[in-house]
């Protein structure tokens, strides 16, 4: 990748650098999190609070780091609270803020425009609007979303004109475009991500490609006989998210704030997907995939793919691992996980046996 040494107007690093992350317990989170402290950067999270342990994604680098002695904190806001997260800012004042907290599924959106929209949106004004008035030099990174383009045709680029279909597509485009204006406005280093879907083992589970992962080990361990999904027809581009945490990073190491569209730029549908899913495990995907139409959206994205060719130019940024390898990435884990659960939970009644 392409990294300028920073150069005037830059935040000075003459100790370890700080970066902030709003959402450090998704799936991104904890992948910027790892990429991050290997760079060396003293790294501050933010957590909301649950009834439920939430930091299963960090609470590896967390332990760690705890031995290593290096910097790892968490710390209780919400993107819906304005004043826990001036409080965190002010007391932190990171180098580098990494906005990625978001109520991030696009069906739910629907369910819950308004809380969708709060955080997404207001969210993220709240987050610039604490920087502008606590008058922080930081630089900022938005996590923008390719389900901004919605029914625009593919390939997408940074000039494609945004046509969202759902809450949360509109509330990403408000996000994106504040960002934008607190850039033009106030000189802040914003720049933003337009990250096309990408995904891992630590992919949420109701997220298409999750809920296909898992069900394949599920099948192929006798556990679940049959799959509901909803638009088998729809096509996204489908990247590895460990690749796509690193141009976050890039974006923000730039003499110029700018933004870019983060792609694979390959296609594929979600029955494509499913198919080489089932095929990895050995099983044919017809017997199992049924449609419930349950799962459909109000308004569906059909079809997107990037074009990311500003972020191979100009980053040097290009995805390192392929559909087959993610799709084989997936299901071997999703596999390897129960696989440890149920030995787990034998050993557990041989254990209950035995007294
Ligand atoms: P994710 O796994 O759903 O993680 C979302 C994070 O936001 C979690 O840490 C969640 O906390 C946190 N969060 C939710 N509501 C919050 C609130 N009110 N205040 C503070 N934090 C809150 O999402 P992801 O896949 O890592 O995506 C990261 C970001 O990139 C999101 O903004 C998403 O919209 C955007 N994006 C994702 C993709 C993709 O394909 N993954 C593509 C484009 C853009 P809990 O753990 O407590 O729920
Ligand atoms: O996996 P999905 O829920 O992801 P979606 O809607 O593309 O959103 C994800 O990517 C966005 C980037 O474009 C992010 F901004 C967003 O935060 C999120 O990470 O659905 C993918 C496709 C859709 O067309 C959906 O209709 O799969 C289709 N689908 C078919 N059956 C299903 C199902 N989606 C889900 N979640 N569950 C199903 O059963």
Redesign the pocket.
Known sequence: MRVRPRGTGSVAHCTMPKALI?????????YLAEFLSAKGYEIHG???R?SSF??D?VDHLYEDLHKSGAKFFLHF?????ASSLAWCLADIRPDEIY???????VKVSFDIPEYTS???AL?TVRLLEAIRRIGLKCRFYQ?????MFGSTLPPQSEATRFHPRSP?GCA?VFAHQIAVNYRESYGLHASC???????SP???ET?VTRKISRAVAHIRLGLQDQLYLGNLEARRDWGF?GD?VEAMWAMLQQDQPDDYVIGTGEAHSVGEFAEAAFAHAGLDWRKYVKVDPRYYRPAEVDDLRADASKAHRVLGWRPRVSFPELVRMMVDADLAALERKLKGGMEAVALTKER
């Open positions: 709003t959402g450090i317990t998704g799936q991104d989170g904890s933010l957590k909301r649950s939430n930091t994604r806001a919400d993107l819906s609270d906005n990625l907290g978001a109520q991030s599924h709060d955080v997404v969210g996590a923008s979303s390719s389900e949360y990403k991500g337009i990250l096309f879907n990408h995904e630590r992919r949420g997220f998210a796509f």
